[in-house]
């Protein structure tokens, strides 16, 4: 877990957030043991921003990942930070058992599995 905490942490430091100053960054573990980095990247146009979470997904993905088993998430907030409503369910599409743990840079930790922080995902027409 350190390891991903120091990769996320690494990962906050490229975000791209000059309109809200809050800088994210995410690791995601495979099954497989390769770890993909993402942080969060705004736009103007707030609906084309897109979090450090599904950054690290898609990046996965586009790699052939497609099982994940622990996701950790840094930002510089008072307490830990959740991930949104929409990295839930990319999230859970993938990995609905993932580990997700959330750290503050103060190092203040919180711990979910992804079925906690979204009990009844959308399913897909392949569900």
Excluded: H, K, W
């Excluded at 990942?65 to 840094?74: E, T």
């Excluded at 930002?75 to 990295?87: I, L, R």
Aim: net charge negative; glycine share 8%; with cysteine.
């Amino acid at each position: 877990v350190e390891a991903l905490v120091q990769s996320a942490t690494r990962a906050r430091e490229q975000a791209y957030a000059p309109y809200s100053g809050f800088a994210v960054g995410a690791a995601l573990l495979t099954d497989g043991g390769d770890v993909f980095v993402g942080a969060n990247v705004e736009n103007l146009s707030f609906g084309l921003t897109n979090c450090a979470e599904r950054s690290c997904v898609f990046s996965a993905v586009t790699a052939g990942a497609r099982q994940f088993v622990a996701l950790v998430i840094v930002t510089d907030s008072s307490e830990p930070v959740v991930p949104c409503g929409a990295c839930r369910q990319v999230l859970a599409e993938f990995a609905p058992d993932l580990r997700v743990i959330c750290q503050n840079t103060s190092g203040a930790t919180a711990e979910y599995t992804i079925a906690e922080l979204l009990p009844r995902p959308q399913q897909g027409i392949l569900a």
